[in-house]
């Protein structure tokens, strides 16, 4: 295949760098944006006059042509194509004749490869949006299912104080929620349109941009030419995005892998996630956790390489930002397998409720609860706080939970207990109190959840 920039030089490139230079292995993918996108470009030409309507009729029909070809499987990529752009000219004037040689007019593949990207991420995002959102929703009727199932609380990977599955899980939640703002937010940078920047300066040619962009659902255009075609801040945003939201899932999927651990046993992961041992029949690995949380790192380093790729170019335009699409390509798709999966291992997994109400029994995390007490009946936090971390050493020793403790032993750190005290070290009356807004009260999960299950309704 010709090269469409042959002119200034013959367009004989050599073999290994022809291979080296071309996107088309990673950039067929935007061949919908890149016809749809060259359809509102003819129509805008011929709306300026600059392309006769029979003109502008010629071009649409044959490049919805390769639109439907190209689906339907009986058009196939010419590898030896340089890139996406080349590849749908080239056929097209091949099919339409010369008429096909215009619709170059008034851009550039600069303009044109940031077209094609931004409409390609803004289908991404609210496909990453949905898949982010079913599993927020899915995290959500766990929560709903476990709403008052007492579990240990933990700071530093040690037990602090009681909380129910239920609360747990909705931070989570909370969690995927900014994630969908954030993502909303990168939307509206990504929904503006390039189209008309040219290569750099803009064009001669009395076009007008704002008539393309509203074709194509825009909601402006890029004010500065030049950061037009050179910008891809909004692709690092998006990464960004996907970085975050990965480490949200990395960190929910740690968790799972320790609750389902046979120390822990806080939870059942459906035989549909999990496999087996090769040579160790008892086992049931955590695989799909363990993915999520490995293939962070791979979104990470999609992100990493773009912020590397982009931080020593000059303006404007430079190959090196052909290394976008890949990284992007890579991160998106990651990121939504991940969703699907994770969601289904969600939706499938099961609470111990038994070994978490135990595990919350055995870690005296009642023990700020029995500090609290004593506050109320009169006596300095900090002294309250001295003796009740002597009371959990006695405890500890005596091989007693703080419950099973009786009132003479309590009685002998200080003559302010009574039998008060244990209704304040009961777990469920310790959860029960934790009424403030976001707490773990059974009532503070349900408005918590009734807060999700609004934001995710919109």
Known sequence: MAKIWA???????????????????????????????????????????????????????????????????????????????????????????????????????????????????????????????????????????????????????????????????????????????????????????????????????PTDRCFEAEKLGFEGIALNSIDGVSDRDFVLELLSDLAILMMHLSRFSEEICLWASFEFRFVELSDAFTTGSSIMPQKKNPDIAELVRGKTGRVYGDLMALLTTMKGLPLAYNKDMQEDKEAVFDACDTVKKCLEVFGGMIGTMKACGENMRSAAAGGFINATDLADYLVGRGMPFRTAYKISGGIVAYAQNSGKTLEEMTLTEYQTFSPLFDEGVFEAVNLENCVARRTSTGGTSVGSVESQIAYAREALSV
Not at 27 to 52: C, F, P, V
Not at 136 to 157: D, N
């Open 7 to 205: 002119g200034r030089t013959d367009g004989a490139i050599d073999l290994a760098a022809d291979g080296f230079n071309s996107s088309l292995p990673f950039d067929k993918r935007l061949y919908r944006e890149d016809i749809t996108g060259s359809m509102a470009h003819a129509a805008m030409l011929g709306k300026a006059g600059i392309l006769t309507e029979e003109e502008v009729g010629v071009l649409i029909d044959g490049l919805s042509g390769i639109l439907e070809d190209l689906e339907n499987g009986s058009l196939s990529f010419d590898p030896d194509a340089e890139d996406i752009h080349s590849f749908v000219e080239q056929v097209l004037t091949e099919r339409v004749g010369e008429a096909g040689k215009k619709l170059h007019t008034a851009r550039s593949r600069n303009d044109q490869v940031a077209l094609d990207l931004r409409l390609y991420l803004r289908g991404e995002i609210d496909q990453i949006k949905t898949a982010a959102a079913d599993l927020a929703m899915k995290v959500t009727e766990k929560a709903e299912q476990y709403k008052s199932q007492i579990m240990p609380g933990y700071t530093h990977l040690q037990r602090a104080q009681p909380v129910t599955f239920g609360h747990h899980l909705m931070a989570y939640v909370m969690m995927l929620l900014r994630d969908l703002d954030r993502l909303s937010d990168t939307r509206t940078r990504v929904n503006v349109s390039p189209i008309g920047c040219c290569a750099l300066a803009g064009t001669t040619y």
